[in-house]
């Protein structure tokens, strides 16, 4: 199976209660997502119980998504996954076969600061070929216009293990606009394997590490490092 996983941060000022009850009331996604315009099936008892499934469709009712919900630990963990074709039309057809996951997770980094970090990590297999349509609902569902982010990958260390097969580690620095006079700047690495299939080299797998987080504005900047941030996740909110 090939792995990629992608994150995303934002800050909030509201209580890690307040956001966690908004963020995971699937029928709020079609206020801020703008690839979710459809939610369908969703339990009418909230909030929402391990075992409960919905449905996650685009602007046009397409790119179909079956959720189920795995993980729900107010205020703290927040998890569910679909799993055969993902991103299919009415008809059940197109999409990618795989499993999607998505992962919120609130911590308090800060007194009165409420993170929100959205992991999406996709498991497809090698070789499958991601539709152009399931990129643009990526593109769309990743981030905000107004959050300008400038991301960097440099210094990479590659190893061939085989004749097909590879790994690398690239060191990795970014900055995003979370909100007006909230920024954050982030250091880590992304490690890597690729496989060669018909010639091509392909990412089989992508895991980001961080080393540190900033969040900073013109006059103050508060470090979290990643030891920090683990330690917040395991303490009661």
Known sequence: ??????????????????????????????????????IEGLPTELPLKVGDTWTEAGSAGDRIFTWHLAIAMRPRMFVFNSVGRLGHDRAGNGGMEGRMTIQYHF?????????????????????????????????????????????????????????????????????????????????????????????????????LTRLRVDFFNGLVAVYVSDRVNRLLKRLPV
């Open 1 to 38: 199976m090939g792995i990629v996983t992608t994150s995303s941060e934002t800050a909030f000022t509201q209580s890690p209660e307040e956001v966690y009850d908004f963020v995971t009331n699937p029928a709020n996604w079609t206020k801020t997502y703008p690839g979710s315009a459809h």
């Open 107 to 207: 911590t308090r980094p800060g007194q009165d600061v409420t993170l929100f970090t959205r992991t999406m990590t996709i498991e497809a297999y090698k070789g499958t070929p991601m539709p152009d349509e399931f990129v643009a609902f990526l593109r769309k569902t990743l981030g905000k216009p107004s959050q300008v982010t400038a991301h960097q990958v440099h210094a990479p260390e590659l190893e061939l293990t085989s004749d097909t097969t590879a790994r690398g580690v690239w060191a990795l620095e970014d900055v995003v606009r979370m909100a007006p006079g909230v920024n954050m700047r982030g250091y880590g690495h992304y490690h890597e394997t690729y496989v060669k299939l018909d010639g091509q080299w392909k990412i089989e797998s992508s895991k």
